[in-house]
């Protein structure tokens, strides 16, 4: 069974980093876009940040300079380098890709379990 696993958040103080990852496995035959989202209780979960397969990202304005997404294809993991953190960055953050399983035609969307992130002085 394809899983996502989310690893890297914690507490931080305002202004501190933090590197969210996030490694895709079981039986997987190709991996397409993926990317990070973020929700606060009792609000929507929101795109912060998307990569495709091509290596084109796009990002939320409000952590445009701030946060790089990337991946590495040969570890099916991607990955979110977040600096200068602000305490409204403060949420659980969850990854989020394409996937078409092994010995499957169909690809779908595949979400991990997320990640606290706690940004605060």
Not at 75 to 83: D, G, K, P
């Amino acid at each position: 069974q394809v899983q996502l696993v989310e690893s890297g958040g914690g507490l931080v103080q305002p202004g501190g980093a933090l590197r969210l990852s996030c490694a895709a496995s079981g039986s997987i035959f190709s991996i397409y876009d993926m990317g990070w989202y973020r929700q606060d209780p009792g609000k929507q979960r929101e795109l912060v940040a998307g990569v495709t397969v091509g290596g084109s990202t796009n990002y939320a304005d409000s952590v445009k300079g701030r946060f790089t997404i990337s991946r590495d294809n040969a570890e099916n993991t991607v990955y979110l380098q977040m600096n200068s953190l602000k305490t409204e960055d403060t949420a659980v953050y969850y990854c989020k890709a394409v996937i078409r399983p092994q010995m499957s035609w169909t690809r779908r969307e595949y979400w991990g379990q997320g990640t606290q992130v706690i940004v605060s002085s």
